[in-house]
């Protein structure tokens, strides 16, 4: 499963203004609710669960919030940027700016565990958080997500 089989151009989010994790939820759900056709409460309790489990954070600024929805038939990704870093109750208790929401159908076990992996391998590389912290817009955060990620495959 390649990157770009669930994130799209128009799922990339170059500044988003968020003022908490909790706030950050919501704005993510908003978004995966207009892109994705879900309703947006749905989505916001789904991640808000999970959050409950664990936080999502995996340091170095990033965050990969998940959850898996009756209601979709494929892995969907949105990718943020945020305009101020926030508190994410992160292990390492750096702020996190770069976010990674994947929402996946619940029976896809194996594709969202792939797709959450690969995320993962790719927001390790310090080159690559870098790259995109320093990008400039959402086309170009965008290609080097699938770019980074094809060289990395």
């Known amino acids: 499963?390649?990157?770009?089989n669930f994130l799209a151009a128009d799922a990339v989010i170059g500044s988003l203004k968020a003022t908490s994790k909790k706030h950050l939820l919501q704005e993510l759900a908003a978004q995966?609710?207009?892109?994705?056709?879900?309703?947006e409460r749905?989505?916001?309790?789904a991640l808000l669960e999970r959050e409950r489990l664990g936080a999502t954070s995996v340091g170095n600024g990033v965050a990969i919030p998940h959850a898996r929805l009756a209601n979709i038939d494929t892995v969907h990704g949105i990718f943020?940027?945020?305009a101020s870093p926030i508190d994410y109750d992160a292990a390492d208790d750096e702020p996190v700016d770069l976010v990674f929401l994947l929402l996946a159908p619940e029976s896809?076990?194996?594709d969202h565990l792939r797709a959450l992996a690969k995320i993962s391998?790719?927001?390790?590389?310090?080159?690559?958080?870098?790259?995109l912290r320093g990008a400039d817009g959402n086309e170009a955060i965008y290609s080097m997500l699938i770019e980074d990620h094809r060289r990395a495959a």
Do not use: H, T
């Open 1 to 4: 499963m390649s990157l770009d």
């Open 32 to 39: 995966a609710a207009k892109l994705c056709s879900l309703d």
């Open 42 to 45: 749905v989505v916001f309790d």
């Open 80 to 82: 943020a940027r945020l």
């Open 108 to 110: 896809a076990n194996a």
């Open 121 to 131: 391998r790719l927001l390790k590389r310090p080159e690559v958080r870098a790259n």
